[in-house]
């Protein structure tokens, strides 16, 4: 039976509960554990949940008995959950995965980037954290014009489906206008989504968007100033000629309609999906619009929260 955090509350000048940094750093590991990830203490801060610190402040914490071996556990130079040093060698092995995917991803991000009215592309997901398992998807976040979110979307399938008959999984699972980055889902697990995924090209809009979600601050207010965010790629290109080709062509009002056609008919496949009771169908994690295409079907972030939930309540701590 765990032990209870004693050190996880504190007054405020208000005499109301606050978060401190002991609960933080177990709430922080409790979340990636769920991704059986653990953390290096500089990790630990980077993703810290809830509060800002120094770094010196939490490899205190890690290393003068109040966490570790009650709360937390060190092996080598990783932190985890108690009994959960096995996830070290997941780890390993998942990065060394992670490097044998990452050009592919650079190179059908890349292609992404050139089709007609794509702005932006990133790599979310596990292999944006380098915890890409075997069979893993290369997941992809891509941020289209403004009324071609569809058409946009069309192009890269194509792609898509190029690399599937070479046995290459791209999941371009989320895309938005640009009209459209604010983020309306303000979690924890949008938070890391927004914290770590990595820009492959359109860095101008990438910069927008962490603005414009500085809400992700409230939840990892480290992870914004923490070092080794991600940097404008060294062979980022800008459009191509033929791209600007395309992009005129389709700017007219056959463009126009062909968008609108495609729209409709998605959404009518989709709306299909969502009446056999596909988990995601119907919130969040499932949207279809002009401006989204958000087709986690799934429901992966509530199962996440889930587990996260019962993690951090087994170890005496409020989620």
Not at 147 to 167: D, K, M, N, P, Q
Not at 193 to 209: F, H, K, T, W
Not at 221 to 246: E, F, H, I, K, V
């Amino acid at each position: 039976m765990p032990v209870p955090l004693q050190v996880g509350i504190s007054p405020d000048v208000n005499g109301a509960s606050v978060q401190t940094l002991a609960t933080a750093i177990v709430q922080t590991v409790a979340y990636v554990d769920v991704f059986d990830y653990p953390l290096l203490p500089a990790e630990v801060h980077r993703y810290l949940v809830g509060r800002p610190a120094p770094l010196e402040d939490v490899e205190k914490l890690l290393s003068n008995g109040a966490l570790v071996p009650h709360h937390l556990e060190r092996y080598e130079e990783y932190v985890t959950l108690p009994g959960r040093r096995q996830i070290v060698e997941t780890r390993r092995l998942r990065e060394a995965h992670a490097r044998r995917l990452w050009p592919l991803a650079r190179h059908y991000g890349a292609l992404m980037a050139q089709l007609p009215f794509v702005r932006m592309v990133a790599v979310t997901g596990s292999l944006a954290v380098n915890n890409a398992e075997p069979g893993a998807d290369i997941d992809y976040l891509i941020v289209t014009a403004n009324g071609r979110l569809w058409l946009s979307r069309a192009f890269v399938i194509l792609i898509v489906r190029l690399a599937a008959t070479r046995g290459i999984r791209l999941c371009p699972n989320y895309l938005l206008a640009e009209r459209a980055l604010v983020f309306p889902e303000q979690t924890l697990y949008a938070a890391h989504e927004l914290a770590q995924m990595v820009p492959l090209s359109g860095y101008d809009v990438y910069r927008r968007i962490r603005r414009l979600n500085d809400w992700v601050n409230e939840w990892l207010p480290n992870a914004t100033n923490a070092p080794g965010l991600p940097a404008m790629p060294a062979d980022a290109r800008g459009p191509s000629r033929l791209q600007r080709l395309l992009e005129r062509a389709l700017e007219s009002r056959l463009g126009q309609c062909l968008e609108q056609w495609e729209m409709e008919r998605k959404l009518a496949r989709f709306s299909r999906q969502a009446i056999k009771g596909a988990p995601g169908a119907g919130t969040m994690e499932a949207q279809f619009t002009a401006d989204w295409c958000k087709g986690h079907f799934d429901g992966h972030a509530r199962q996440i929260m889930n587990a996260y939930g019962e993690r951090v309540q087994a170890l005496g701590v409020e989620p």
